[in-house]
T-cell receptor, first 112, second 115 residues
């Protein structure tokens, strides 16, 4: 079982729709959770971080964390073509220093 | 603006030669930096943790004699790919944390092509 799992996609949504990206993790010692956006040929950029159960909203983005289910998700409202990218889920475990473990990423395509 | 700068952004080298990649924290001191490698359509894989003033910590399966890491100052870590081969062609990315922050900042990445 991979430590961090994501559906590779591609996930296609029409412009203006809600895109829902999911991630599961295996290590219950994980304490911090991050969503990064990566455009082709570029390095990742942080979209959201979440540390406690529940929802965290920032603009069009909402991160959801359920530690009991070992599940973290990212919702993108009013999806735009510029949101088309690969979204990487990353987790950091307790006692792991600042090491991040990444999922394989989900490719999102927002279609006109 | 960028808080972690990586150089060069792109390099092509001949098989058997060595290539050095620099990672700098621009406005903060980083006692620890991380080096990742990303093959096409795959995720970031941590190669090693670079520790200022001490030896790097390598992940399982990463050859420390091939991927030399030096973290001689609080703002600079370097990764040298020695005796590069075509299979080393990849996207190399460094990251660092600011002490007061809990999120990682990434460099721009280096696209290495070994011919």
């Amino acid at each position: 079982q991979k430590e961090v799992e994501q559906n590779s996609g591609p996930l296609s949504v029409p412009e203006g729709a809600i895109a829902s990206l999911n991630c599961t993790y295996s290590d219950r010692g994980s304490q911090s959770f991050f969503w990064y956006r990566q455009y082709s040929g570029k390095s990742p950029e942080l979209i959201m971080s979440i540390y406690s159960n529940g929802d965290k909203e920032d603009g069009r983005f909402t991160a959801q964390l359920n530690k009991a289910s070992q599940y973290v998700s990212l919702l993108i409202r009013d999806s735009q073509p510029s949101d088309s990218a690969t979204y990487l889920c990353a987790v950091r475990r307790t006692g792991g220093g600042n090491k991040l473990t990444f999922g394989t990423g989900t490719q999102l395509k927002v279609e006109l | 603006g960028a808080v972690v700068s990586q150089h060069p952004s792109r390099v092509i080298c001949k098989s058997g030669t060595s290539v050095k990649i620099e990672c700098r924290s621009l406005d903060f001191q980083a006692t620890t930096m991380f080096w990742y490698r990303q093959f096409p359509k795959q995720s970031l894989m941590l190669m090693a943790t670079s520790n200022e003033g001490s030896k790097a910590t390598y992940e399982q399966g990463v050859e420390k004699d091939k991927f030399l890491i030096n973290h001689a100052s609080l703002t600079l870590s370097t990764l040298t790919v020695t005796s590069a081969h075509p299979e080393d062609s990849s996207f190399y990315i460094c990251s660092a944390f600011r002490t007061a922050d809990t999120e990682a900042f990434f460099g721009q990445g280096t696209r290495l092509t070994v011919v």
